[in-house]
């Protein structure tokens, strides 16, 4: 959940097939012929070669930024001026603040959505869009690990279904970070179109998946009350187990995408789930399941929490199958709760 695993041969590999599928030319003559002619005449338009916009296919988050800083240097030209991204976002917001971001006009702007254009080259491409689907091969939402996110093609292999992309640094304000294979995140429609959306998200705030390497938090539970009957229920908690900077990135990754609140309503299903259990099988039921288990066939431990559970163990597994973490978690706590009261 939250981590994906940075690999160069992909990002290589969707660079390739970018370049195959794309009608774009940077011959000067035949360049110039694709692009309005309005916006032949911008900075933008004299700084991305070939060479340049390939960079942005393949680089990892940090680099994008760079990349991002450079081209709005160049669009800036103003001397001992380096663009800085926040004093940008100042001046949208009040053009008398940073009155030298003038020069990032719409002709600009505009010529960069024509150079990174996500909607021509990605969103109404079906066949790029499932091959990156594919190369990406994850069958989970990245941020919430509860839907599976399958890529699908019908009987004649056409595309049928596949995840949607989020991009994590935002078009609206990284428009040059739109095809970027490090930015299309994998993710359901609930936590990109409707949590998500565009809002903004900060390497200095949040959790990026091609960047930090665990979750930093574990999900936990507690009973919150009874009911008329005497049976007890429960909500679940996060409790963020990262230290320093980290720790306050976590909290707002969960806030950002409302963890607490989204698992909160699997609390009455797959919580309630895995407590009955505990209860209805005292004792350190799940290592004396698993043990048997071993014993008397060839499965591994792996294999045994994907047959009773339908979940991976192992956390570079768990956007695999819905709800790994979650579930995975939760049995451990129970199991430390089994544990303390022997």
């Not at 911008?42 to 960079?55: G, Q």
């Not at 698993?290 to 991976?312: A, W």
Request: charged share 25%; aromatic share 14%.
């Amino acid at each position: 959940m939250w981590i994906l695993k940075p690999d160069s041969l992909k990002a290589q590999c969707y660079a390739k097939e970018f370049w195959n599928q794309t009608s774009y030319s940077f011959d000067k003559t035949l360049h110039k012929k694709s692009v309005p002619k309005q916006l032949q005449h911008t900075r933008a338009f004299a700084y991305l070669t070939y060479s340049e916009f390939n960079k942005y296919l393949i680089a990892m988050p940090h680099e994008l930024l760079d990349l991002h800083s450079r081209l709005f240097t160049y669009i800036l030209n103003v001397e001992n001026k380096e663009f800085i991204q926040e004093e940008w976002e100042e001046y949208l917001l009040d053009n008398n603040s940073h009155p030298e971001y003038a020069a990032i006009t719409s002709d600009e702007i505009q010529t960069i959505k024509h150079f990174f254009n996500y909607d021509y080259q990605i969103s109404k491409n079906s066949e790029f869009s499932y091959y990156i689907a594919e190369l990406l091969n994850t069958n989970t939402c990245t941020y919430c690990n509860r839907q599976y996110t399958l890529t699908i093609r019908n009987t004649k292999n056409e595309p049928l279904i596949r995840p949607e992309f989020d991009h994590w640094f935002a078009q609206t304000h990284y428009p040059d970070l739109a095809l970027s294979f490090y930015n299309l995140i994998p993710s359901c429609s609930f936590c990109n179109s409707i949590i998500k959306n565009k809002k903004e998200m900060s390497l200095a705030k949040h959790i990026h998946p091609y960047i930090d390497k665990e979750a930093g938090f574990e999900f936990t539970y507690h009973c919150i009350g009874s009911d008329k009957t005497g049976k007890e229920h429960y909500g679940v908690e996060c409790n963020v187990t990262a230290t320093g900077l980290d720790k306050n990135r976590v909290e707002n990754t969960l806030e950002f995408f409302r963890i607490k609140e989204v698992y909160n309503a699997h609390a009455e299903l797959e919580l309630k789930d895995l407590i009955d259990l505990a209860i209805a099988n005292p004792g350190n039921y799940i290592d004396e399941l698993v043990s048997h288990v071993l014993e008397n066939t060839q499965l591994s431990k792996e294999d045994i929490f994907r047959i009773l559970f339908g979940i991976e163990i192992l956390p570079d597994r768990y956007l695999n199958r819905p709800f790994s973490k979650f579930k995975m978690d939760i049995i451990n706590k129970i199991h430390d709760i089994l544990m303390n009261n022997r």
